[in-house]
């Protein structure tokens, strides 16, 4: 448990950390005008985002399915596993996001 919920912080802050590089992307053609490879890393930077935010959540749930039993009231602990139950991202549309950044990082 504890190896899966490191991987799954580390891909979440690595997410996060290239969503944050899209928008500086963004924002610097913004500033000079090109609007559409501006839109291009915009949108890059929302799709990393979501996936940073699916890697933390699984994280998270991984964590209260190890650990919530000795963490969480039961109650508690029914309400919080019940609001984890649905992903909150698609295997397919992840697998599409990293294919769009692995083709961008080849043409930079």
Same mark, same amino acid.
């Given at each position: @448990?504890?190896?899966?919920?490191?991987?799954?912080?580390?891909?979440?802050?690595?997410?996060?950390?290239?969503? &944050?590089?899209?928008? !500086?992307?963004?924002?610097?053609?913004?500033? $000079?005008?090109?609007?559409? !490879? +501006? $839109?291009?890393?915009?949108?890059?930077?929302?799709?990393?985002?979501?996936?940073?935010?699916?890697?933390? +959540?699984?994280?998270?749930?991984?964590?209260?399915?190890?650990?919530?039993?000795?963490? $969480?009231?039961?109650?508690? $602990? +029914?309400?919080?596993?019940?609001? @984890?139950?649905?992903?909150? @991202?698609?295997?397919?549309?992840?697998?599409?996001?990293?294919?769009?950044?692995? &083709?961008?990082?080849? !043409?930079?």
């Amino acid at each position: @448990m504890s190896q899966q919920a490191v991987e799954l912080h580390t891909k979440a802050a690595e997410q996060y950390e290239q969503a &944050a590089r899209h928008h !500086k992307e963004a924002a610097r053609h913004y500033e $000079l005008g090109d609007h559409e !490879k +501006a $839109l291009h890393h915009a949108h890059l930077a929302d799709e990393n985002h979501h996936l940073a935010t699916d890697h933390a +959540a699984e994280a998270a749930k991984a964590h209260i399915e190890h650990y919530g039993d000795t963490v $969480l009231e039961p109650t508690t $602990l +029914a309400t919080v596993k019940k609001e @984890m139950a649905a992903p909150r @991202m698609a295997q397919s549309v992840r697998e599409e996001i990293e294919s769009v950044e692995a &083709a961008t990082v080849e !043409k930079a």
